[in-house]
């Protein structure tokens, strides 16, 4: 039986009135996403159509997942909300503070050993309020929700940019900030700007050495990084249907990177047949009495022109397979050839070293048999491998699973290092080097969604390039990033001339899941008893104090940093070593922005004082700010804090003394991130004026006390020459949203209606 079934079933006994209801109130057939929307309004049934990308509306999800690394802060906060017991079904899993060195058991040992204090505070806070709880080694997060609690029609947030995994079993799946998390477990509305809508048709079908993985990676290449911002992907057509429904996941995993709030799939026979070899019948059965709501209305599909407002159109019998990158994960490029003749131009490295496969975009059973099928063929045509393996599962039942069959066994025979399953290399858990910041230039490819610079081991020099786990496995077979597997040939160990053939593999095993113990506990009926304790002396755990408000006076603002280029969350607020301080701000906030590269000397992490003038670090800069009582500015590019959804990136700067972000566009979950954290989040009118900001600039916030819906800002910035710009500023607040503000935070606002 599935978890939550009565949630579940009570989902799909109120899903046909409410769609039916918005279908006749905005007077059209609808899309599968907003069928999934406005049947989990807050107030129930819809009395009102909502304009795309313009709305601000209050939705009830169905569920929360926390993976540990945010989920600590978030139970942190939670805490602080006044609350017994969480409002809707939410759990933990441990996945993030998993280090990938030597294999599975010493690595799952050394984590438990070092990370024993923040495993044990977030099983007790599970057990106290409600939550389940994934212990270390149960899986990584996204593949686990596949598994377990993600249901066609659903609806969930998750404290994990990737949370959008889900989508690939027909839900929408949206990642947020712990904040966010917070509202929803606390028993309040979560809000959300009604998602525009793109369409994207697939058709003809996959086959040979292209999958699901090269679908996103040229949707990636069409959209870029942040042409889904703001709007729900929905993948349709007959290549689509046709599709695994973990090669779903796949895509709907890589929506993160080019900013989609989330993507999703109509139900259809590869997630029923997913949900029964997971042992979720009773889910099966019950989506099946109402699957005419869990997809599009057909004229939809139909007419997809009329009903989205962009629509891409991909021929899968006509796609190859790709890799993107290095250093962002929407650069397309063709193997073969094209590879050959860009990797020279740009003098990436040719030679690969290491070959990844796994993480939440690519560790299900089906991505580990297609890739043990390229890796069984090394083997049996007498080939030594070029590069390093490195495997991780996604679960303990993918992994206990996959080694019953034979799958991981083929792995070890060519070395490779079967992993925790857990994140591990995918997020920057990964102790490759000892000195990472001076080691060697080299290339990786793997399957996983991102490669920012440093992303995978800290390595600036790393050229990382995401592919599907076959083409993976083939290229880390061949020691070459340019090698096509479908024309080049490669020298055996005996000097044949040998030829990989095409990969093959299983949607689901032949005989079954299996699993002895798959790391679930759950917590107790009444948790009222569990104590929850912080060591006041621990260097991985802090209570939270609230913030103060702001206020509405904000003169003579020091700019601590202009930050040049690509700003993600990973430039804010680093991961890999930092994980360890995830639950103590303060200590955590040493890494502020210490990626971001000042745009007045091209340097990362030393930044002009106006204090004293000399340059610093940016957290040492920004500490004696605070301790001056000094105001401070940050100023960002385009779609500053892409990527991961990590809350921390903008409490360190709140908790720091910053009071704004100016930047010429956000981020999503970024931006929302600033706004339940009690900070203003701008926008350049003209995006030149970002030109006009100066290293020495003070500024002052003119208008601040007026600070309503839809009204600019303006900002006087004043030159160390005195003369002055007047920067004007769009803001997207709404009313609730500037309480938060005022109120100092959304946090300090539910204490206040809880108190």
Known sequence: MAFDIQMIKEVYRNVAERVDAAREITGKPLTLAEKILYSHLWDGNPNKAFVRGKDYVDFAPDRIA???????????????????????????????????KVGAGKDLQNALNTSNEVFNFLESV???????????????????VLENYAFPGGMMIGTDSHTVNAGGL???????????????????????????????????????????????????????????????????????????????????????????????????????????????????????????????????YTN?????????????????????????????????????AKATENEWPLQVEWGLIGSCTNSSYEDLSRASSIAQQALDKG?????????????????????????????????AKIFTNACGPCIGQWARYEDPKNAPKNSIVHSFNRNFAKRADGNPNTHAFVASPELVAA?????????????????????????LDEPTGWELPPKGFEVKDNGYLAPEEDGSHVQVNVDPSSERLELLTPFVPIGSEIKGAKLLIKAHGKCTTDHISMAGPWLRYRGHLDNISNNCLIGAVNAYNMQTNFVKSQIDGEYDAVPKTQRAYKEAGIPTIVVGDHNYGEGSSREHAAMEPR??????????????????????????????????????????????????????????????????DGTKDIIMT??????????????????????????
């Not at 006044?82 to 990938?100: R, S």
């Not at 020495?696 to 819906?709: A, G, K, Q, R, S």
């Open 655 to 720: 908790h720091l003394g910053v009071v704004a972000v100016l930047v010429k566009s956000f981020a999503r979950i970024h931006e929302t991130n600033l706004k339940k954290q009690g900070m203003l989040g701008l926008t350049f009118v003209n995006e030149s004026d970002y030109d006009l900001i100066q290293e020495d600039d003070t500024f002052n916030f003119l208008d601040l006390n007026e600070f309503t819906p839809g009204k600019p800002l303006t900002i006087e910035a004043v030159h160390a």
């Open 383 to 415: 080939l030594e491998t070029k590069a390093e393996f490195g495997i991780n599962p996604g679960s303990e039942k993918v992994r206990y699973t996959a080694e019953r069959d034979g799958i991981l066994e083929i792995f070890e025979k060519l070395d």
């Open 475 to 499: 290229i880390a077979i061949s020691g070459r990033l340019d090698f096509n597997p479908m024309t080049d040939s490669l020298i055996n160990k005996n000097g044949e001339e040998v030829m």
């Open 170 to 300: 027909g839900m929408v799946a949206i990642g947020v900030g712990g904040a966010d998390a917070v509202d929803v477990m606390a028993g309040m509305p979560w809000e959300l700007k009604f998602p525009k809508l793109i369409g994207v048709k697939l058709t003809g079908k996959l086959s040979g050495w292209t999958s699901p993985k090269d679908v996103i990676l040229k949707v990636a290449d069409i959209l870029t990084v942040k042409g889904g911002t703001g709007a729900i992907v929905e993948y349709f057509g007959p290549g689509a249907t046709a599709m695994s429904c973990t090669g779903k996941g796949t895509i709907c995993n890589m929506g993160a990177e080019i900013g989609a709030t989330t993507s999703t799939f109509g139900y259809d026979e590869t997630m029923e047949r997913y949900l029964r070899a997971t042992e979720r019948a009773d889910v099966a059965d019950a989506a099946n009495e109402v699957k005419e709501y869990l997809t599009a209305d057909p004229e939809v």
């Open 304 to 340: 997809p022109e009329q009903y989205f407002d962009q629509v891409i159109e991909i021929n899968l019998s006509e796609l190859g397979p790709l890799l993107n990158g290095p250093f962002t994960p929407d650069l397309s490029t063709e193997v073969g050839k094209d590879m050959t």
């Open 66 to 100: 926390c993976q540990d690394a945010t989920a600590q802060m978030a139970l942190l906060q939670f805490m602080q909300a006044g609350k017994n017991k969480v409002a809707v079904p939410t759990t933990v899993h441990c996945d993030h503070l998993i280090q990938a």
């Open 126 to 144: 599970s057990n106290k309020y409600g939550i389940g709880f994934w212990k270390p080694g149960a899986g990584i997060i996204h593949q686990v």
């Open 730 to 755: 769009n803001h997207t607040y709404n009313v609730g949203q500037i309480e938060w503000f005022n109120e100092g935070s959304a946090l300090n606002l539910i204490k206040k209606q809880n108190a």
